[in-house]
Every structure is written in structure tokens, then in C-alpha cells.
């Protein structure tokens, strides 16, 4: 799937591979085999080994992995084991604070995708987004809750990581970069809490949001799909398009130059899906 039109994108251990094959079945757009926070200290080497097999096992198989944090005894070991696979797509790069990381991690020649979910790594996003292989960015609002100090679940708490994403958001498109990535929610059985976090990032300009268990897919993927009544309203302004030159009222709105450029991207992406 085009990496434009990626809405959930769901984590799997790489300790637990007969895990990767049905998150690969599932409705998930993409799947990151994680090789860090999902895996204990102890149990890194097993882990690359693990993933080492299912890659060399299944070369059909497309999908991203988490590599663990720069700084740390593994950065190096897990980017040669990508680097050995074409069918690792892209890499994850967990609490990215440097451009020195990633270019470390470009010479794997795989789109790279910053994890940003540390204050050092909010400092760095005015050079980290200029990065020579970096695509997007993703966001980790827990760690970075839990690195700030906040109180979890609180408004104060929301305000200050909306400010985190704001940040991304900005550096993103100032850049070129696609629309940055959602942080995961921590709830499982909450659907409604889900959805309703998944819309609130889509209405803040994130194009799709991490996953960590495959009941948060539905609800995800719903809510990053223009709906029938947006590609309606769309089509009507494309189609008011051709009937006028410059601005024009449609509904009782002013049509101009932004309004048309939603209504085009909301048919784009409603493409895609269909596709």
C-alpha cells in the first residue's frame, strides 16, 4: 500500500513471529515487527534472531521494524539485519534526538520514520526533518507524557502533548515530509475512546495513528476514511469547479483555491481506499 495511504499501522513482537503472519492478514495498512519496548532486555538477541528467520522464511512478506533506540548495544546490530532484507520496507527509529542516528540509519537506503517522544528529540525536529531518508514522523505520546512529568488522562496533560503535536505537524510540512504519524492508545476495549482519539488527530492534520492491538483496527481505520457524506460534498465542489472560474458559493460557502484543495484531497484518499 502507497505510504500516503497508511491509516493504522500495528506493532507485533518479533519475539512472537507467528504473530507477524496474521498481523499481516489483518485489516492493518501496514505492520511494524517491533524489536524494542516490546521485548525484554534479556530477550534482545532472540528477538533479531527471530525476525532474522521470518524474514529469510517468508521474502513475500512487507513490513517495518522497530529497531531499538539509538545509544543502545543493539542500534547497530538490528539496522545490519534490516539492511540484509528488501522486504523490510521502512524503519521506525525509537526516541530520535540526533541527525547523527539517522544518518546512521540511512545508509540501510529504507525510508526511515522518527519516533519523536523525548524533549531532546522535540528540540532536534528543525534539523531531524531535513534528514536525507526521513519520510515522516510518528509521535510517542506515552513516553513523552512519562518524560515531561505529566499527569495521564488529564486536560493539562493534553494541552502540553497537542503542543508536541503541533510541533510535528508544523516541521512536517514545513519540510515536505508526509503528515506525521499518531501516537498508540493504550486502551483495548474502549472502541469509542479510540475512534474518538483516532478523529482528533485526523481533524489536526495526522494521516494515520500506531496500534498496538488488532481490536483498535476497525475503529482506526474508520475514522482515517473520508466518509459518503465528505466524498459528496467533494464531488460537488469539483463539480462546481467546472462549471466556474475563480470563487464561487456553493451551499451557501465561499468556494476558493483551500477549499477545492480539501475537496481534491479528500477524493484522493478516497481513491486510494478503493484501490
Known amino acids: 500500500m502507497s505510504p500516503d495511504a497508511l491509516r493504522s499501522i500495528l506493532f507485533v513482537p518479533a519475539t512472537r513471529p507467528e504473530r507477524i503472519a496474521k498481523a499481516l ?8 515487527v517491533d524489536l ?9 538477541a532472540v528477538a ?13 512478506a512487507r513490513l517495518m521494524v522497530r529497531v531499538n533506540a539509538p ?25 530520535t534526538e540526533s541527525c547523527q542516528a539517522l544518518e546512521t540509519a540511512a545508509t540501510c537506503n529504507k525510508p526511515l520514520w522518527p ?3 523525548t524533549a531532546r528529540g522535540l528540540l532536534a525536529l528543525p534539523t531531524l526533518v531535513y534528514v536525507s531518508g526521513v519520510e515522516r514522523l510518528s509521535f510517542g505520546a506515552l513516553d513523552m507524557g512519562a518524560e515531561l512529568g505529566l499527569e495521564t488522562g488529564t486536560p493539562g496533560a493534553q ?15 514545513a519540510a515536505g515530509l508526509m503528515a506525521p504519524i499518531e501516537s498508540v492508545h493504550p486502551s483495548i476495549e474502549d472502541t469509542a475512546a479510540i475512534a474518538q482519539a483516532a478523529k482528533r488527530a485526523r481533524e489536526m492534520g495526522f494521516s494515520g495513528m500506531l496500534c498496538i492491538h488488532p481490536k483498535q483496527l476497525p475503529p482506526i481505520n474508520q475514522a482515517f ?18 462549471q466556474h ?17 480539501r475537496a481534491q484531497g479528500v477524493l484522493a484518499k478516497a481513491k486510494v481506499r478503493a484501490s
Open 159 to 173: 494541552q502540553i502533548l497537542d503542543q508536541s503535536r503541533y510541533a510535528l505537524l508544523i516541521h512536517s510540512r
Open 115 to 117: 519516533l519523536i517522544e
Open 36 to 44: 524494542e519496548d516490546a521485548v525484554a532486555e534479556s530477550d534482545k
Open 225 to 242: 476514511t473520508p466518509s459518503e457524506a465528505e466524498i459528496a460534498w467533494a464531488n460537488k465542489v469539483m463539480e462546481g469547479v467546472a
Open 48 to 60: 533479531r534472531e527471530s525476525l532474522d528467520t521470518f524474514l529469510n522464511h517468508n521474502p513475500q
Open 25 to 32: 492478514a489483518s485489516p492493518a495498512d501496514a505492520v511494524i
Open 245 to 261: 472560474t475563480g470563487a464561487f458559493s456553493l451551499d451557501g460557502q465561499m468556494v476558493d483555491a483551500p477549499v477545492i484543495a
Open 71 to 95: 545509544g543502545t548495544g543493539h542500534y547497530k546490530s538490528d539496522l545490519a539485519l534490516c539492511s540484509r532484507y528488501a522486504n523490510v520496507t521502512r524503519l521506525v527509529i525509537p526516541k
